[in-house]
Structures are given as C-alpha cells and as structure tokens.
C-alpha cells in the first residue's frame, strides 16, 4: 500500500466519525432533554388559583390597613379602613358580586387581626362586628332562590339544597310526626304576628303548611312572637318551615330545618339554637357582643347550626 494511502485512510476514517456523532447526537440529545423536563414539569398552583375581583382586592387592602394603624396604636384611622371595607361589602351584596367561601374566611381572619390590636377597646369591636354582619349579609345574599321576587340565577345543586331545606327531616322525626302530605307544598299567609306559647311546636302539621308567607307585612312586624322570657324554659320549637319577609327575633326558640327568606332577622343575645337553618336574601339585627359576634361568624362562614345557652336551666 502506498505510504500517503496508509496516512489518509485513518484520516478519513476519524472525519467520517466525526460527521457521524455530529449528526446523531444532537439529536439523542433533544428527545433525551424533552423527556426529562416533561417528567419534571408541575402544574403551577399560583397561576390556577382565580384571582380576586376588584372590590374584593380593596376590601383586602382596607383591612390590612387596619391591621397597621392598630399597631402603631391609630384606632381612628384603624376603624376609617374598616368602615370602608363594611362600606364596600355592602356595595357588593347591593350590586349582587358574586365571592368564594375562601373570601369569607380571609374576610373574617382579618377582622380578628384587627381586634386582636385592641381587644379591649369597644368603638373598634363595634366597627369590626358591623363588618362581619356585613359580610354575613353578603353570605345570604349568595343563597338566593329562583322563585324569590328579584332573585338572580344560582347553581343548580345550591338552588336544589335551598328548596329541600324546609322538607328535610331526620328518620326520627318522620317516625314521630308522619305529618300528612297535604301539608307540605301550602302557603300560609300571615298578615299579623302569631303568638307562640310554652311548649308549643309549630310545624307543617299544625300550621296548615310549610311556607309561612310574611311578605306582605313590614320588615319591623315579628312573625312569630315567644313567651316574654326568650328562653329554652319556654320549650318552643319550630321546625320543617320557610318563612318569609317581616321580621324575626330568633332568641328562645328552637329552630330546626327553618329557610328564612328576605326576613329581617333578630339576635338579642338570648338563648339561641339553629339547626340546619339557612338564611336568604336576611338581614340582620345583631348585638356587638361575644354572642353576636358567634352569630354574624357562623353566618358569614356558611354554617347551618349553632348553639348558645345563657339562661339557667
């Protein structure tokens, strides 16, 4: 073999491996790169998260706010920002903005922010606890019925549990009532106030029906009117109903499976007990006190039950 045979032919043969990996291995390269930030890749939460309307961005701001003039010991300007976040949920449920139950809770978590600065202080609790019965009313504004005059569209599954609220009974209680199906369905309608005595149970059998109708009379004339004591001892219970328009003082009543509906609803720190009761399109009378504020909390939350007992029994 010729000598510049010898010197050219492993020459060419490094060339040609050469061209061979420049050409197959940037491409090994790629799909081996793709797979790996495919198998590595996860969904941001941030960016999936729905971010805040508007007013409920300045709601956020006005309450930390708050929270900072509490600190540096500014309780004027500290209850100002509250008054405008009260201000601005209330323009919410007037002008029917829609909120996610996590608004209410960060609402909420907030307000206690704010009094946890002063606690001691009544003016702030005062301003705080208007907040929070704002934000209750906003809650019921949300839970609104399709039959309700002025009502706007809610989601099928809500509008279903609000309609079933006033026929929901336990097993127990269908036992020992086996109320006759005639009186489920009916309309009463009141146009005065109904006197209820000690022991007495007002239900679908002994009124006639399962909607008591109070539309038509003022929003300061009770409804239903408990012995002058308010209290578990009268042992009243009304249950199984929807109760409409007029006004309502829940103290010293049991209440169960109850959907009060644009009815404004009293709280006067009394004995209280809500079982599966909802409220839609309320609002509210309730005291700047720890159980007033139990209340507007429970509310506000989306809750169905609460508890309080201050008399002696």
């Known amino acids: ?13 490094i060339v040609l491996f050469i061209a061979v990996a420049w050409y197959f291995v940037p491409s090994l390269l790629h799909h081996s790169g793709g797979a790996t930030v495919a198998s590595v890749k996860v969904p941001n939460p941030v960016a999936s998260a729905p971010a805040l309307a508007p007013w409920q961005r300045d709601v956020n701001d006005s309450l930390e706010q708050s929270v900072r003039s509490g600190m540096t010991g500014n309780l004027t300007d500290a209850m100002l920002d509250v008054d405008r976040a009260d201000s601005l949920i209330t323009t919410a449920r007037l002008e029917s903005h829609d909120a996610q139950p996590k608004f209410f809770m960060d609402t909420l978590e907030s307000l206690d922010r704010i009094m946890q600065q002063r606690e001691d202080d ?15 009313e906003l809650r019921t504004s949300l839970a609104q019925l399709r039959e309700h005059p002025g009502a706007r569209p809610v989601p099928p599954s809500e509008l279903k549990a609000a309609k079933q609220i006033a026929n929901d009974q336990s097993a127990e209680e269908v036992v020992e009532e086996n109320e006759p199906a005639s009186s489920t369905g009916h309309h009463v309608p009141a146009s005065a106030p109904r006197q209820l005595h000690a022991g007495e149970t007002l239900d679908p059998r002994s009124l006639g029906g399962d909607y008591l109708d109070a539309s038509l009379m003022s929003d300061s004339i009770e409804i239903l009117m408990p ?12 249950r199984n109903l929807t109760i409409a328009g007029a006004a309502q003082t829940l103290d010293g009543i049991r209440w169960q499976g109850i959907a009060f ?32 504020m139990r209340l507007a ?6 809750l169905d039950s609460i508890t309080i007992e201050v008399s002696d029994q």
Do not use: K, W
């Open 261 to 292: 509906i644009g009815t404004h609803v009293r709280y006067e720190s009394g004995d209280l007990d809500l079982q599966n009761v909802h409220f839609v399109n309320c609002m509210f009378g309730i005291p700047s006190d720890a159980n007033g």
């Open 122 to 136: 009544p003016r702030l609790f005062d301003h705080v606890m208007q907040a929070r019965i704002a934000l209750a």
């Open 1 to 13: 073999m010729p000598r510049y045979a010898r010197v050219a032919i492993p020459i060419l043969v």
């Open 297 to 302: 909390n429970t509310i506000a939350e989306g």
């Open 227 to 238: 012995p002058q004591t308010r209290s578990f001892n009268d042992a009243i219970r009304v």
